[in-house]
T-cell receptor, first 111, second 114 residues
Framework: GQQVMQIPQYQHVQEGEDFTTYCNSSTTLSNIQWYKQRPGGHPVFLIQLVKSGEVKKQKRLTFQFGEAKKNSSLHITATQTTDVGTYFCAGISGTASKLTFGTGTRLQVTL | NAGVTQTPKFQVLKTGQSMTLQCAQDMNHNSMYWYRQDPGMGLRLIYYSASEGTTDKGEVPNGYNVSRLNKREFSLRLESAAPSQTSVYFC?????????????FGQGTRLTVV
């Protein structure tokens, strides 16, 4: 079945440093979504990418969808303590019709 | 709008007991999902329903059953709870599964099986 892996599992940065998480799918994705989950909370939708090679920005966050539509990345510039949480990618592959989540990357930001 | 509402928020069960987790959405979404999240882990799909009247297995369906009662409600039943089912359970919904639109999540149900 479809597997979606993310690296790293955990990253600890100083406030102001950059952060990147990578998402890799075992199968080609129809699109990719990114979610953020704060500690003790539920996942909240951030963005969706559909086109091969697509790049989208949200303030300090930059999202990319790979050319082969099997990988994606989320880059945060100049992290802040409010960025703390776990970031998940998610996608649907072919006719599977299941929204599969990646393993997640937990980000810790300290002053 | 309440969005996605899950009940209960917390539950402690003894091994072998049964219970049903309730989920309702008021956004007129077609597709609904049940995920479990173990400590420090990602979200694993238990069951999903692409539309009213249909349900399908996800990655980890064993030990669970679901019922899509109507368009609004999607319940998850544990027939005989086991300690391995201790987890946080999330219900989610989207407009349409094929187009993979934004998923809205409930607040979660924290289940402990002792």
């Amino acid at each position: 079945g479809q597997q979606v892996m993310q690296i790293p599992q955990y990253q600890h940065v100083q406030e102001g440093e950059d952060f990147t998480t990578y998402c890799n799918s075992s199968t080609t994705l129809s699109n990719i979504q990114w979610y953020k989950q704060r500690p003790g909370g539920h996942p909240v939708f951030l963005i969706q990418l559909v086109k091969s090679g697509e790049v989208k920005k949200q303030k300090r966050l930059t999202f990319q969808f790979g050319e082969a539509k099997k990988n994606s990345s989320l880059h945060i510039t100049a992290t802040q303590t409010t960025d703390v949480g776990t970031y998940f990618c998610a996608g649907i592959s072919g006719t599977a019709s299941k929204l599969t989540f990646g393993t997640g990357t937990r980000l810790q930001v300290t002053l | 709008n309440a969005g996605v509402t899950q009940t209960p928020k917390f539950q402690v069960l003894k091994t072998g007991q049964s219970m049903t987790l309730q989920c309702a959405q008021d956004m007129n979404h077609n597709s609904m999902y049940w995920y479990r999240q173990d400590p420090g882990m990602g979200l694993r799909l238990i069951y999903y329903s692409a539309s009213e009247g249909t349900t399908d297995k996800g990655e980890v369906p064993n030990g669970y059953n679901v019922s899509r009662l109507n368009k609004r409600e999607f319940s998850l039943r544990l027939e005989s709870a086991a300690p391995s089912q201790t987890s946080v359970y999330f219900c989610a919904s989207t407009v349409h599964i094929i187009e993979a639109t934004e998923a809205f999540f409930g607040q979660g149900t924290r289940l402990t099986v002792v």
